[in-house]
């Protein structure tokens, strides 16, 4: 099936770094979401893009739409213990009449103090 | 706040029993969704309902079966269950399939033994 290729898998980084992880297809995306999962929770999104090269930002959270559609990323500034998590970009394929939302592998971030 | 609410939180199986998975929304949405998440894969897909009435295989949709009761509640079966469905199970609700937000429940840790 369609796949998203997330990376990096994981992270280990120090309180105050920023962190950059991005998502890449060889398919062309119609929109590109960001979600955090917090242990034991349900994923939360975070961002949401809808337009080749939107960038958009939460917070100290900054996401852009790639402009081939077929790519996205997700930076963290200045990152705080409880940035700790799995993070998932997710996409709608522009090919897609199901609505179906296609996940990457998630990359897990841990912030030491 | 209810949101999306799923039970059980956690179940241990054994090899060939069956259960169901139970998940209800609040939120008045159309499509509702059963997620799988593995270490390493992400979240794949079990199975979607794009509204009342309708049921639709996704990515990994064997040695499951869903009913989709009322506009609320998107019920999960495994009618023999086996150690590979070993798994967190995810549901989430989005307000229609063209809609891309999806709110998650927070899982149902199952293991098969």
């Known amino acids: 099936g369609q796949q998203l290729n997330q990376s990096p898998q994981s992270m280990f980084i120090q309180e105050g770094e920023d962190v950059s992880m991005n998502c890449t297809s060889s398919?062309?995306?119609?929109?590109w979401l960001w979600y955090k999962q917090d242990p034991g929770e349900g994923p939360v999104l975070l961002i949401a893009?809808?337009?080749?090269?939107e960038l958009t930002s939460n917070g100290r959270l900054t996401a852009q739409f790639g402009i081939t559609r077929k790519d996205s990323f997700l930076n963290i500034s200045a990152s705080i213990p409880s940035d700790v998590g799995i993070y998932f970009c997710?996409?709608?394929?522009?090919?897609?009449?199901?609505?179906?939302?296609?996940f990457g592998q998630g990359t897990t971030l841990q912030v030491k103090p | 706040n209810a949101g999306v609410t799923q039970t059980p939180k956690f179940q241990v199986l054994k090899t060939g029993q069956s259960m169901t998975l139970q998940c209800a929304q609040d939120?008045?949405?159309?499509?509702m969704y059963w997620y799988r998440q593995d270490p390493g894969m992400g979240l794949r897909l079990i199975y979607y309902?794009?509204?009342?009435?309708?049921?639709d295989k996704g990515e990994v949709p064997n040695g499951y079966n869903v009913s989709r009761l009322n506009k609320r509640e998107f019920s999960l079966r495994l009618e023999s269950a086996a150690p590979s469905q070993t798994s967190v199970y995810f549901c989430?609700?989005?307000?229609?399939?063209?809609?891309?937000?999806?709110?998650f429940g927070q899982g149902t840790r199952l293991t098969v033994v």
């Open positions: 989430a609700s989005r307000p229609d399939r063209a809609s891309t937000e999806a709110f």
């Open positions: 398919s062309i995306f119609n929109t």
């Open positions: 893009l809808y337009k080749a090269g």
């Open positions: 997710a996409g709608q394929l522009r090919s897609s009449n199901t609505g179906k939302l296609i």
């Open positions: 939120m008045n949405h159309n499509s």
């Open positions: 309902s794009a509204s009342e009435g309708t049921t």
